[in-house]
Each structure stands twice: as structure tokens, then as C-alpha cells.
């Protein structure tokens, strides 16, 4: 099937085309706002725009009859001894996750090692660490900020 794949019920899983990018997260921004929040607001959607426009991150989305229903944004960082892919954010619509969150982790685990990523970071809230854990994901840790 290719980089993207076409699931039952019309469910389009895959990355979503650049030029799309302001669109596609202004239709699930209330969930990309609410999980920025959770992000300590570090970024603002015109940021992820812009990073996405600029191909320093990159966005995946789920898409069910013509609505998206769900997307992913990634970005690739690099340590002195690792590369790695950070899932930076992760916005559902309802209780969506479950029907496209394997598949699209999948896609976007080869699209990592194609980049010469060796790990996968993720980051999110406590809620979090069992479907993280189901996903392959180990060694959960709380990150947490202090105002300066």
C-alpha cells in the first residue's frame, strides 16, 4: 500500500502534504491547543506551522470521511549520541486513538529509521503511560517545568 495506507471504512492513515498543514491542525484545533497546554506551551500553532512549512518537524494525520480525526507532529533531534524521533504532540477527536494510532506509529517508526533515528521519544500525561507501554514504550518519567 505504500507510504500511506487506506484502512476499512475509508480511514486514511499517512503524512500529510506540507502545503496542508495550517488546514489540517486548524480543524482539530481545540485538541491541538489543549494539548499544547499540556506542553507547557511551548509552542503555539503558527509555530508548528511554521516549523511543519519549514520541514523542521513533520505531520501525520488520520483522516475518516473527509474529516481528520486525529494527527500526529513529530520532530527529529539529535544528541551527541543518538538520534532520536520526538512524538511532540499527539491530538484525537473523541475517542478516536485506538482505530489509528498503531498503524500511524508504525509509519512513522520507518520514516525515523529512514532518518537514521535509533529511538523514539514521547512525552504526555500521566494518562498516557499505559497506552505508551501497549505501544512498545518504556521507562516513563513525569517531565515537569518551573517558571523562570
Avoid at 72 to 99: D, H, M, Q, V
Avoid at 125 to 136: E, N
Wanted: proline share 4%; with cysteine.
Amino acid at each position: 500500500m505504500g507510504a500511506a495506507e487506506k484502512l476499512s471504512n475509508e480511514l486514511y492513515i499517512g503524512p500529510a502534504p506540507t502545503a496542508m498543514a495550517a488546514r489540517i491542525i486548524q480543524a482539530m484545533q481545540p485538541q491541538v491547543e489543549k494539548a499544547l497546554a499540556f506542553c507547557f506551551n511551548t509552542h503555539a500553532v503558527s509555530d508548528l506551522v511554521e516549523a511543519i512549512h519549514n520541514h523542521d518537524m513533520q505531520l501525520w494525520n488520520a483522516i475518516r470521511g473527509g474529516q481528520v480525526i486525529g494527527i500526529e507532529i513529530t520532530e527529529i533531534l539529535c544528541f551527541p549520541r543518538k538520534k532520536a524521533c520526538n512524538l511532540l504532540l499527539t491530538a484525537a477527536r473523541g475517542n478516536t486513538l485506538r482505530s489509528w494510532g498503531a498503524p500511524m506509529l508504525e509509519q512513522i517508526e520507518t520514516f525515523a529509521r529512514a532518518q537514521g533515528c535509533t529511538m523514539m521519544l514521547g512525552r504526555g500525561r500521566m494518562g498516557w503511560s499505559k497506552l505508551a507501554h501497549q505501544y512498545g514504550f518504556d521507562k516513563p518519567f513525569i517531565l515537569s517545568a518551573k517558571g523562570l
